[in-house]
C-alpha cells in the first residue's frame, strides 16, 4: 500500500523505510520550528491524499517521530505535543472511505514507567511518571479519536540497532560500544539490576509491517523482543562481543526518578525473523566503527 512515515530518518524510521516498499516521498521537515513543521507536515498531507485519490487500496501513515526522550522537559513535550495534535486535526477532517489507515510508535517504556506487576502486557494499565511518557500517552489518545482511519498504536520497548542518535540521552547499546571504541568511561543512572527489553530495530519495523497488514490485530500492541535482560547482564555481554573492557561510572540525573526497575514486556505479536542480541550488537559495532573512520 502506499505509505508515509513520518520520521523517516529516524533510528526506527529509516528501519521502515526499508520494511516498506512503496513509499511516499516527502518535503523535508524542520522539526527545530513548531509552527513551520506543523505548516510542512500539513503541506506533505495534502500531496500525500493526492497520491492516494484515484486508487482503491488501503493507504497508511506512520508516525514514528519525535526528538523527546525519558530526560526531556516539558517545554519539549508540549512541543512535540503540540505539533502532533495540530496533524490529529488535520486527519480528523478527511473521509478516507475505509481506507486510511494511521499507526502511531509510542513508547512501552514512557507509558509503563509507574505501572505494578510486570511483564507488561497491551491490556496492563498505564502509568506514566515523566513528561516524555505523559507525551506519548496523549499522543495515543489523540490518535484514538481518529475515526475514519483504521488506527493501530505500537508500545515499542527499547529499541536498539544501527543508526542511533547519539545526540540524545538514550540509546545504551550503541553508547556502550562507542565508549568501548573511544576507551572512555559511560555513565550509568540506574542500579546494575535495572531490567529492560532490548528489541532489534529491524525486528520492530517487521512487526509494524505485520500489524498494519492484519485485520485481526489489536489497536494497540506491545512490541517487544521478550527477552528482558538487567543492565549488568547487557554490560557483560557487550564487552564479551567487542572483547574491550568498558568503565562504567554511575551518577544522578534528572530523569532517573522517571525509570522504572522493571520493565519486562509480553509482545502481542511474536517478533517475526528475530535476531539474536549478539548479531544485533555486532551490527551496531560495524555501525559506529564505520562512522568514527568517517569522521
Known amino acids: 500500500m502506499n505509505t508515509w512515515i513520518i520520521g523517516a530518518g529516524g533510528l526506527l524510521g529509516s528501519s521502515l523505510a526499508t520494511t516498506f516498499s512503496n513509499n511516499f516521498q516527502a518535503a523535508p521537515i524542520n522539526w527545530a520550528n513548531p509552527d513551520q513543521s506543523i505548516d510542512q507536515l500539513l503541506k506533505n498531507f495534502e500531496n500525500f491524499l493526492v497520491t492516494t485519490e484515484n486508487r482503491d487500496e488501503p493507504f497508511c ?7 523527546a526522550t525519558v ?7 508540549q512541543r512535540e505535543r503540540k505539533v502532533f495534535e495540530s496533524f490529529m ?45 505523559r507525551l506519548k500517552l496523549d499522543q495515543e489518545n489523540a490518535a484514538l479519536k481518529l475515526t475514519e482511519w483504521q488506527v493501530g498504536i505500537g508500545r515499542i520497548s527499547n529499541l536498539y540497532g544501527p543508526g542511533q542518535d547519539l545526540s540524545k540521552l538514550q540509546g545504551l547499546i550503541s553508547r556502550l560500544v562507542l565508549a568501548a571504541l573511544e576507551k572512555r568511561t ?3 543512572f ?43 547482564a547487557v554490560i557483560q555481554q557487550v564487552q564479551d ?14 530523569s532517573s526518578g522517571g525509570q522504572a526497575p522493571d520493565l519486562r514486556m509480553i509482545p502481542t505479536i511474536n517478533v517475526p525473523h528475530a535476531t539474536p542480541f549478539p548479531a544485533g550488537v555486532k551490527l551496531v559495532i560495524a555501525d559506529l566503527l564505520d562512522r568514527l573512520q568517517n569522521q
Open 61 to 67: 501513515i506512520i508516525w514514528a517521530a519525535g526528538h
Open 71 to 77: 530526560s526531556s522537559d516539558s517545554h519539549t513535550c
Open 89 to 133: 486535526q488535520a486527519l480528523t477532517a478527511v473521509d478516507t472511505r475505509g481506507r486510511g489507515k494511521f499507526f502511531l510508535a509510542s513508547s512501552a517504556g514512557g507509558v509503563y514507567a509507574g505501572s505494578p506487576n510486570p511483564p507488561f502486557s497491551n491490556d496492563s494499565p498505564t502509568m506514566a511518571t515523566s513528561e516524555y511518557g
Open 186 to 188: 559511560i555513565n550509568i
Open 190 to 232: 540506574v542500579p546494575l539490576d535495572t531490567i529492560r527489553d532490548f528489541i532489534f530495530v529491524r525486528d520492530a519495523a517487521e512487526t509494524i509491517r505485520e500489524i498494519i497488514g492484519s485485520q485481526d490485530a489489536p489497536v494497540i500492541s506491545v512490541i517487544a523482543s521478550g527477552e528482558p535482560k538487567s543492565l549488568g
Open 241 to 254: 562481543i567487542i572483547r574491550i573492557k568498558i568503565p562504567v561510572a554511575f551518577g544522578i540525573h534528572s
